[in-house]
């Protein structure tokens, strides 16, 4: 009889520093969950590229490299940068590439308080950290549309366009609306429309609109400035947020720091439609500081896979290795540096794995 197990084809692209140390934990905890299932099995691709490849080739990645994922499920990536190829390099010419080219316009960060996991914040329980931000993805602030005049001389002057469409616009509110609705939760809009007088004025704009088709989802309206400062004073007033590439950006770093660190903070790039691949990815860096240390934290690529799950369709193992997590970060018996523990990046990996085989 011919097997129905359906095979889920994974692009994975380890880059830099810690970023291959944490997908293999990662790639342990899927294949782990997919062999307890039995329904479905992963098919991983490893993919050389980042900055040590920049410096043999002269590229981070070849030619044909967008078409060649264009061919994946999904792509799973570690992270990207390393001293020596210059940032602005690094990251445009792979992770901001995939992100343009395969149109993933949602960029879906959890900013979730566990219990266990360590928060700064005083008199914060995980009862009062609970929202995920719907980050635009594929336009605004990081267009990479502006110019560089007269480089230089005395009148050198550099343009950096913050590009807001309607269509752009429009679908990644539609998008914060429908899960909003969907989840019975509030959305928050987060703009700059006082100082920002054309792009923020059009975002706030939009975000009243479309709230008329969505009666049912109680809105909220902030400026960043003063979003910042909620989200440390009072962060249970967020449940699900939208805001532009840049805000974005910011916020969910704050928003890893609030909620167990860039250890434990994942992030899913989404193209909803599904015409190309969408890309899971812990959401912090190489960190040069401690790669080849076995210190990473592989939790926050652990995460990013049950994110992985959650989009194929597989919503209870989602839930189920966060859970694990939940679990490691109360007992505290197996974790890294990080988080207060002294277990490796792999011993860490391992126990998640004998956990879900024991689920
Ligand atoms: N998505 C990405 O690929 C991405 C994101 C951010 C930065 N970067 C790049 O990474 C490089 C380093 O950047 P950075 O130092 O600003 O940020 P980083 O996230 O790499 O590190 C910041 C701090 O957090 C710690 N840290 C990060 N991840 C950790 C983990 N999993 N476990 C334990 N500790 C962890 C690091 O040790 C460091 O002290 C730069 O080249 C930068 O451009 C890439």
């Known amino acids: ?22 997908l293999r934990e990662g790639q342990k905890a899927l294949a782990a969950v ?18 040590e490849y920049y410096l043999k080739t002269g590229k981070m990645m070849p030619e044909d490299g967008i078409e060649t994922l264009s061919h994946f499920d999904a792509i799973y990536l570690g992270a990207v940068g390393y001293p020596g190829v210059p940032d602005h390099i690094s990251l445009r010419d792979l992770l901001l590439r995939i992100r343009h080219d395969f149109d993933q316009y949602v960029n879906l960060r959890p900013v979730k308080l566990l219990k266990g ?10 009862k009062d950290i609970d929202m995920v931000f ?13 110019a560089w005049l007269y480089p230089g001389t005395p009148r050198e002057t550099v343009i950096q366009n913050g590009v807001f469409s309607r269509f752009g616009t429009e679908r990644i509110m539609r998008y914060a609306y429908e899960l909003a609705k969907k989840e019975h939760r509030s959305l928050t809009s987060i703009s700059k429309g006082n100082a920002l007088n054309y792009s923020m004025v059009f975002w706030d704009q939009i975000f009243a609109e479309l709230g008329k088709e969505y009666p049912e989802v109680e809105t909220h309206s902030y400026l960043v400035d003063a979003a910042s400062m909620f989200m440390v004073k ?34 899913a790039n989404l193209n909803p439609e599904r015409t190309y691949p969408s890309m899971f990815e812990p959401i912090h860096g190489s960190a040069p500081d401690i790669a080849g240390t076995g210190k990473a934290n ?20 989602g839930r189920r290795l966060l859970a694990i997590i939940e679990a490691m970060l109360v007992e505290k018996t197996i974790l890294t540096p990080d988080m207060g523990g002294t277990a490796t990046t792999s011993e860490v990996g391992d126990e998640v794995v004998k956990r879900i085989e024991e689920a």
């Not at 974005?248 to 860039?262: N, V, Y």
């Open 234 to 267: 009072d962060p249970k007033r967020y449940q699900v947020v939208v805001c532009s590439n840049l805000f974005g950006d910011i916020l969910t770093d704050l928003g890893a720091a609030i909620s167990g660190g860039m250890g434990l903070a994942a992030g």
């Open 134 to 146: 719907i980050r635009e993805n594929s336009e605004g602030e990081y267009a990479g549309s502006g």
């Open 117 to 126: 996991a360590p928060c700064p914040l005083v008199g914060i329980t995980e």
């Open 298 to 317: 592989p939790l926050a690529s652990i995460w990013s896979a049950s994110q992985m799950l959650d989009f194929f369709g597989h919503p209870e193992w």
């Open 34 to 51: 997919a062999q307890k299932d039995g329904r479905f099995s992963f098919e991983f691709t490893e993919f050389p590229w980042g900055c």
């Open 1 to 22: 009889m011919m097997s129905t197990k359906t095979v889920y084809r994974v692009a994975v692209i380890g880059g830099d520093g810690i970023g291959p140390e944490v």
